[in-house]
């Protein structure tokens, strides 16, 4: 059964201090991996995609990167309005197709 | 362009009733997912939808039910509500499969 694991629960940092979220998974055969953010209430906005390992992608101070077991999302000179939950989610085309997400992280940015 | 519209956003129903939610993906999209949101589960999978077929399914009772219409727009049926179907219930389009999902606002469903 595809799994996705995601790390930290939970974040806290300081305006400006930078630092990478972690999304682990096991699947078979992966066609695609998304980043969404989520602000409370709402619904997952969409980031990135990637399809392949070592490709990267950025937006603003955010960006996303792909390896065959896991992926980043690095968090540069973060503010206070990058808080929100992160969530990563893989698309796989073993058995029946569809996007299962990680559980993933609060991430809060004090002034 | 306009986004995922999801109706009613909020909705409180008692045990034993059922209930319909409606979306209207993004113009152009012919695959609409749907999925339950909870604060012990997070995102699950209901089913998926394309040009009016049940693509792939969840692993949810049956009472959990759906179906799209022929302008991709999409209602999800909860039959005989549990207090556990209290949810954030989503649905998302897209263009096709591994092509990124577009979420609507959610439709709070409180059972009672």
């Known amino acids: 059964e595809d799994q996705v694991t995601q790390s930290p629960e939970a974040l806290r940092l300081q305006e400006g201090e930078s630092s990478s979220l972690n999304c682990s998974y096991t699947?078979?055969?992966?066609?695609?991996l998304f980043w969404y953010r989520q602000d409370p209430g709402k619904g997952p906005e969409f980031l990135f995609t990637?399809?392949?390992a070592g490709e990267e992608k950025e937006k603003e101070r955010l960006k996303a990167t792909l390896t065959k077991k896991e992926s980043f999302l690095h968090i540069t000179a973060p503010k206070p309005e990058d808080s929100a939950t992160y969530l990563c989610?893989?698309?796989?085309?073993?058995?029946?197709?569809?996007?299962?997400f990680g559980t993933g992280t609060r991430l809060t940015i004090i002034p | 362009k306009a986004g995922v519209t999801q109706t009613p956003r909020y909705l409180i129903k008692t045990r034993g009733q059922q209930v319909t939610l409606s979306c209207s993906p993004i113009?152009?999209?012919?695959?609409v997912s749907w999925y339950q949101q909870t604060p012990g589960q997070g995102l699950q999978f209901l089913f998926e939808?394309?040009?009016?077929?049940?693509?792939n399914k969840g692993n949810f009772p049956g009472r959990f039910s759906g179906r799209q219409f022929s302008n991709s727009r999409s209602e999800m049926n909860v039959s005989t509500l549990e207090l556990g179907d209290s949810a954030l219930y989503l649905c998302?389009?897209?263009?096709?499969?591994?092509?990124?999902?577009?979420f609507g606002p959610g439709t709070r469903l409180t059972v009672t």
């Open positions: 998302a389009s897209s263009f096709d499969r591994a092509y990124e999902q577009y």
């Open positions: 699947v078979s055969g992966l066609r695609g």
């Open positions: 990637l399809y392949s």
């Open positions: 989610a893989v698309w796989t085309n073993f058995g029946n197709e569809k996007l299962t």
């Open positions: 113009s152009g999209h012919r695959s």
């Open positions: 939808y394309f040009s009016e077929t049940q693509r």
